[in-house]
């Protein structure tokens, strides 16, 4: 079975600009999570989707925006990039949210660096 | 709000020796924990999970114990290898039973085994 796969996986944009993240999730997985890991921060947490619908949002500003599409697979998109964007993202899948502690399978992220 | 502090930034240890992780956690206690290991530009692998109502629970080489009264879990891993060097997360859900969508994590202790 293959992974979470992110694209792409590096990228380098401007202060200002806006960036668009892709993740397919593993087959069959229909919850897909976001997150922004920093040396200084850890791993924090953006958003989640199931079944093509919001479910929870972490406390990032407005300029940070996620969808997920009907195959699962999902986008996420920050818009008027700061230098304190720079980060690895990360997305993860996770199998049902019917049981809540079902174990997150993350993909190898994409390195952002905004300069 | 719910937070997790890894006691440790970073651990040494000679092989063949166990390697103790502890992850404290300030607020309620968590339906369950899990722990997760990260590779330096991979994304994070799930190891381990453990609910509320277990004292303990192994894999292989791999312990974890969870003591709801200390608010606190234990990772450890015996006969420890340089392979086992990474930097070890632990997680929990963000409120008691909360979704997996919630899951914050630790910011980790990085675990270096010396030959």
């Known amino acids: 079975k293959a992974g979470v796969t992110q694209t792409p996986r590096y990228l380098i944009k401007t202060r200002g600009q806006q960036v668009t993240l892709s993740c397919s999730p593993i087959?069959?997985?229909?919850?897909v999570s976001w997150y922004q890991q920093t040396p200084g921060q850890g791993l924090q947490f953006l958003f989640e989707y199931f079944s093509e619908t919001q479910r929870n949002k972490g406390n990032f500003p407005g300029r940070f925006s996620g969808r997920q599409f009907s195959n699962s697979r999902s986008e996420m998109n920050v818009s008027t990039l700061e230098l304190g964007d720079s980060a690895l993202y990360l997305c993860a899948s996770s199998s049902t949210r019917d049981r809540g502690d079902s174990p997150l399978h993350f993909g190898n992220g994409t390195r952002l660096t905004v300069t | 709000s719910q937070k997790i502090e890894q006691n440790s930034e970073a651990l040494n240890i000679q092989e063949g020796k166990t390697a103790t992780l502890t992850c404290n956690y300030t607020?309620?206690?968590?339906?369950?924990l899990q722990w997760y290991r990260q590779d330096p530009g991979r994304g994070p692998v799930f190891l381990l999970l453990i609910r509320e109502n277990e004292k303990e629970k192994r894999k292989e080489r791999l312990k974890v114990t969870f003591d709801t009264t200390l608010k606190q879990s234990l990772f450890h891993i015996t006969a420890s290898q340089p392979a086992d060097s990474a930097t070890y997360l632990c997680?929990?859900?963000?409120?008691?039973?909360?979704?997996?969508?919630?899951?914050?994590f630790g910011k980790g202790t990085k675990l270096s085994v010396k030959p």
């Open positions: 087959s069959g997985h229909r919850s």
């Open positions: 997680a929990l859900p963000e409120g008691h039973g909360g979704s997996q969508g919630n899951l914050i």
């Open positions: 607020n309620y206690s968590p339906a369950y």
